[in-house]
C-alpha cells in the first residue's frame, strides 16, 4: 500500500508497456521526451452555389499541422465521485484483481483477471499491412501512443455513504463471492471521503443512504473542501496528474439560467451565494478545474453548464461526457448507422429497461429519469440526419425510451429493443432484442478508458502555421464519445453519434501524432 493522505486510502501499480513500432518518415522525430510530426489534414469543402440548379462546388482543401506528444507517461491518480457505488467498488476490487493475478473460483471454473470490455486493453488496430505478405498487422489499442496502465492508477474519491469500499463491494453483488473473499481485506481498508449532497437534485430515495457528506448548505466551502481534498491526494501520493470522474447518482438537469450558470463569472459567484441551480456535479467540476485537474462526467445530468465549459476553457483544462454508453445504446448506435447507411428507413425504434441497483432505483425518481431519456433519445439524430432521401427535413423516428426499477434482477439489467423499419415498396421489418447487461461489469472499463485517455490528451499540443506557440486540443473532448451517450462538443462542433464513426476519429487523430495517414479500407493495390 502506498502512503495514504490522513481520510483518504489509496493504492498503486506497475509498469507500462513500452511501445512496438517506429515511423520511417522524414516528417516524424523523436526524441526522449517527445514525438513530434508535421501531418497534412486533408478534407473537402462543399458550397452550395448562388443559382438555383447549379452544381455543388466542391474543394479539396489541405492543412499542414504540427503536433508535439510529451511520450513520458506520468503517475496518475483517478478520484471518483461516487467511489463508493456499484462501478466504482467494482473497478476497485477487479483492478487489485489485475495488479496481483488474483484467480477465483466459479461454476464454470477457475477464472482469471482481465480487462476485457476495456477498447484500450482488448482491443487492438490496425497498423499497415505486412511488407512481405500484405497482410494487416494489428497492434495492442494502449500501443499507438504511450499510455498510462490500469495497474499503475492510483485510486481515491468521495462518497455520500460512509460504507468502506468491502462493505460497498459486498452491497453491490456484482463480483463473484470467491473473488470478493481474495480482496476483502484490502478493500476494507479503502474508505471515501465526505461528499456533496444537495437533497433536491437526486432521488429522495437516495437520503438513507446519505451519512458521509460535507455539513452545512454552504456551496463556496463545499468548493474549498474539495479542492483541498485533490491537492492532498495529489500530494500524498505524489502524483503527477488528477483525474476526477463521475460516477455517482443521476442528478436531475439544472435550469440554464441568464446571470447564474451562463458564464464561467456568473457560476462562480452563483457558487458563492449557494445558487439552488448549482449541482454537486456542478460543485465537483469547478473544483477539479480551479486544480487543473480533467473532469469526466459519466452520466447524463447537464453537468456542464455553458458557465463551466466557458471555465474550462478559460483555464485550459479538459472536460468530457456525458453518461457512460456500455449497452443498449451502444448497440443502437450501431444497428440505426447500419439501416440507415442500407437504405432503410427506421420509424420507430422503442427502448425498454429494468433493473435492480441503485442507479436503477434512483431512475424511478421522474426528474432523475428525464435526465437519463434525454441522453439515451439523441443517439440517432446524427444518423438520421446523414440521409435526405429517406427523411424529410425535421422528419425523425419515433423514439420511447422507459426505464422501470425492479430489485430482483440486480446489476443485471434487462434491455429489450424493437426497431420497425420500411423497407421496400411499403414493406416493413421488425428486429427485436433481448440484451442482459451486467451493468458494471460493463461500465467498469469505461471509466479505464476515459481515464486513460484523457490523460493521454494532457500530453498532446498541436499547432497550424498562423500559431507561434503549441496548444492543447480545445477543452471539450469530443474524442471521449466512443465511451459516452451523449457526447459533449465544442461549442458549433456537430454532435457524432455512430460508433464505427466514433472509433474511426479516435485512431485517426491518434495515427495522426506519429505521423501516419487516416486508416483506409481501399485495399487498392489489391483491386487494380
Known amino acids: 500500500m502506498s502512503p495514504v493522505p490522513a481520510t483518504q486510502s489509496s493504492f498503486t501499480g506497475s509498469a507500462t508497456p513500452g511501445n512496438l513500432f517506429k515511423v520511417n518518415s522524414p516528417n516524424v522525430v523523436y526524441s526522449d521526451n517527445q514525438i513530434n510530426t508535421t501531418y497534412t489534414y486533408r478534407d473537402v469543402k462543399v458550397s452550395k452555389p448562388d443559382q438555383a440548379g447549379a452544381p455543388l462546388q466542391v474543394t479539396p482543401v489541405e492543412t499542414t499541422y504540427q503536433f508535439k506528444v510529451d511520450s513520458r507517461v506520468p503517475k496518475v491518480g483517478l478520484m471518483l465521485v461516487g467511489w463508493g457505488g456499484n462501478n466504482g467498488s467494482t473497478l476497485t476490487a477487479s483492478i487489485i484483481a489485475n495488479r496481483q493475478q488474483i484467480s477465483w473460483r466459479t461454476k464454470e471454473g477457475v477464472q482469471q483477471p482481465n480487462y476485457i470490455g476495456s477498447l484500450t486493453q482488448a482491443s487492438t488496430l490496425r497498423l499497415g499491412t505486412d511488407a512481405e505478405t500484405g497482410n494487416d498487422v494489428h497492434i495492442p489499442f494502449n500501443q499507438i501512443l504511450p499510455m498510462v496502465a ?5 485510486l481515491g474519491g468521495w462518497d455520500i455513504s460512509g460504507d468502506n469500499l468491502a462493505s460497498a463491494m459486498q452491497r453491490a453483488c456484482v463480483l463473484e463471492w470467491d473473488l470478493q473473499r481474495q480482496v476483502m481485506e484490502q478493500m476494507a481498508e479503502l474508505k471515501p471521503l465526505p461528499s456533496v449532497y444537495y437533497p433536491d437534485f437526486i432521488a429522495a430515495n437516495q437520503e438513507d443512504r446519505a451519512d458521509n457528506v460535507l455539513a452545512g448548505n454552504d456551496k463556496e466551502v463545499h468548493l474549498a473542501e474539495l479542492r483541498k481534498n485533490i491537492r492532498d491526494f495529489k500530494s500524498a501520493n505524489g502524483l503527477d496528474r488528477v483525474i476526477v470522474l463521475w460516477t455517482a447518482n443521476t442528478e436531475r438537469f439544472a435550469d440554464i439560467i441568464p446571470g447564474v450558470n451562463d458564464t464561467a463569472d456568473n457560476l462562480l459567484n452563483s457558487i458563492k451565494t449557494s445558487h439552488s441551480e448549482v449541482s454537486p456535479s456542478s460543485v465537483f467540476a469547478v473544483a477539479s478545474i480551479l486544480e487543473g485537474c480533467p473532469f469526466i462526467n459519466g452520466s447524463p445530468q447537464n453537468t456542464f453548464v455553458p458557465g463551466l465549459i466557458d471555465l474550462a476553457s478559460r483555464e485550459k483544462v479538459h472536460i468530457g461526457g456525458d453518461d457512460f454508453k456500455s449497452g443498449q445504446t451502444k448497440i443502437k448506435s450501431v444497428l440505426v448507422d447500419f439501416l440507415v447507411s ?17 442507479d436503477g432505483k434512483n431512475l424511478s425518481a421522474p426528474e432523475q429519469f428525464r435526465s437519463k431519456e434525454i441522453s439515451k433519445s439523441n443517439v440517432v439524430d446524427d444518423m438520421v440526419a446523414s440521409n435526405g432521401i429517406l427523411y424529410k427535413k425535421g422528419e425523425h423516428p419515433d423514439h420511447v425510451v422507459v426505464i422501470k426499477y425492479v430489485p430482483a434482477v440486480g446489476d443485471s439489467k434487462r434491455a429489450l429493443d424493437e426497431y420497425v423499419s420500411e423497407i421496400f415498396m411499403g414493406g416493413r421489418n421488425t428486429i427485436s432484442l433481448y440484451n442482459v447487461c451486467e451493468d458494471s461489469l460493463l461500465a467498469s472499463p469505461l471509466i479505464l478508458d476515459l481515464a486513460i485517455l484523457t490523460e493521454l490528451m494532457t500530453r498532446i499540443e498541436y499547432k ?14 469530443s474524442i471521449l464519445s466512443y465511451m459516452l451517450k451523449a457526447p459533449v462538443v465544442p461549442p458549433g462542433a456537430p454532435v457524432v453519434n455512430a460508433l464505427a ?7 485517426n487523430i491518434f495515427r495522426a501524432c506519429v505521423g501516419l495517414p487516416p486508416q483506409s479500407d481501399m485495399l487498392l493495390e489489391m483491386r487494380l
Request: hydrophobic share 35%; glycine share 6%.
Open 150 to 154: 490500469p495497474n499503475d492508477l492510483v
Open 342 to 358: 442500407a437504405g432503410l428507413k427506421p420509424i420507430s425504434i422503442t427502448s425498454y429497461n429494468h433493473l435492480g441497483n441503485n
Open 464 to 477: 497550424t502555421g498562423d500559431m507561434a506557440e503549441f496548444a492543447p486540443f480545445h477543452s471539450v473532448l
Open 501 to 507: 464513426k466514433q472509433r474511426s476519429a479516435m485512431e
